[in-house]
């Protein structure tokens, strides 16, 4: 039986030379600023040591920048930004909750576990 | 949506007309698969922290393991990662400007795009491909294992070897003889086996020759494991010292004291599960730039042959592109926690 009452979503992405434009502008725009910061996280990487007092800053900074990266990837290339806000948090919010929870059981336990292996070898 | 259902009768309402999400089944299914696949990177990359976290100053630097450049050597940290990522992110932006082109139905415009993304696909799959074989073949020096059992990975400018002058005569060769041939090879070979001596090498075939062998410049050892007298986290050990330490250790015609490059059981750079990880996650985001190439093209003959147009939209085009554009995001990880940090 043929529905005519279902939306073709597929339609909706649709837009004209105009906004095609402004889009294409912006998709260069992001392509610049990721480049910038992979080439600042190499200059970082490459000019300061694993033993530097600043490392731990480092570590910080490179997690931040790519979680940037990461963010303009998802939102920008991927539209997740253009898409609906309960599309978007469906997608996010399951994702981020077993992430942090996963993060935080590895670091734990990584710690217990590095601590065993530390007093073994002494 | 209140205010929109109010104006649709029952009948509609209960067939549901309307999605909560305004998306179509198939790019919300795209987007489910691509969550269950991050999540599956997100295990893999907090497995490798887990071990690293635990390995400490064992495991290797990016920068002193990841420092060549085809064509130009040594020397050059990270350079090659970056340039890899470089490609990566350009062919996700010819993806992009592919899915744009789609959504004004210009035919042309995808057509260019698909190809420039597939092209790019295959750059980045012949990095990896030298990136590996670069990891499994190793440096020329080497990780040493020294005389007071710590372990160490070497750094320097290896000097090359000119020939072997045969000394005393085996199945093959006669004395006097001058082997010019795969030297190198047969050098590592020999120091895997223990079949060197103070200069003098011996070969497969029972002969044993000399070593002419430019010098070495600028010898540098990284201690990676503590033994009774050098510790991981100690002075480097530099010059006439490295090398008498490194040269004590090659001859003295003991079995697996030097390990060459990396395999599934060991590797010249630090832990065995250092090489390991590099295998699984590079190899697995590998694989899936590889499906995403194919997938690619056989979307692009779907373009070239009007299916899409036909169509009326380019959605195909667009859930493809979530695919790739994944891809480029996992590697965004795997260049951050395996090279950088």
Known sequence: ?122 | MAGHSAQLDAKTLWGGKESPFQTSYGKLMMWFFLVSDALTFSGLLIAYGFTRHDAQDAWPIGEETFNSMPFLGHGYPLLYVALMTFILIVSSVTMVLAVEAGHRMDRKGVTKWMIATVIGGFFFLGSQAWEWSHFIHGSEFGKIELSDGSVAIVKGHFGEINNFTVLEAGKKHKVGAVIKEDLMHQFQHAAELGHLEAGKIHLADGSVAKINKAHDHDMKLIIKKSGKLYKVGGKEIKGKKAEQLYYESLYAGEKNRVIYGANMKQNEYGPQQYAQFFFFITGFHGFHVFSGVIINILILLGVLSGTYHKRGHYEMVEKTGLYWHFVDLVWVFVFTFFYLL
């Open chain 1, 1 to 122: 039986m043929e529905r005519d009452d279902l939306i073709e979503y597929s339609l909706h992405g649709h837009h004209d030379e105009a906004k095609g434009k402004e889009i294409r502008s912006k998709i260069y725009k992001v392509t610049i600023l990721l480049t910038l910061i992979t080439i600042i996280e190499v200059f970082i990487g490459a000019s300061i040591k694993q033993s530097s007092d600043w490392w731990t800053t480092v570590k910080i900074i490179f997690i931040l920048l790519t979680l940037l990266k990461a963010g303009y990837i998802v939102m920008v290339f991927m539209h997740l930004g253009d898409e609906r806000k309960y599309l978007r948090n469906v997608i996010l919010v399951p994702y981020f909750i077993f992430v942090l929870y996963l993060i935080f059981i590895a670091l734990w336990e990584g710690t217990a576990v590095g601590s065993v292996w530390e007093t073994m070898w002494q």
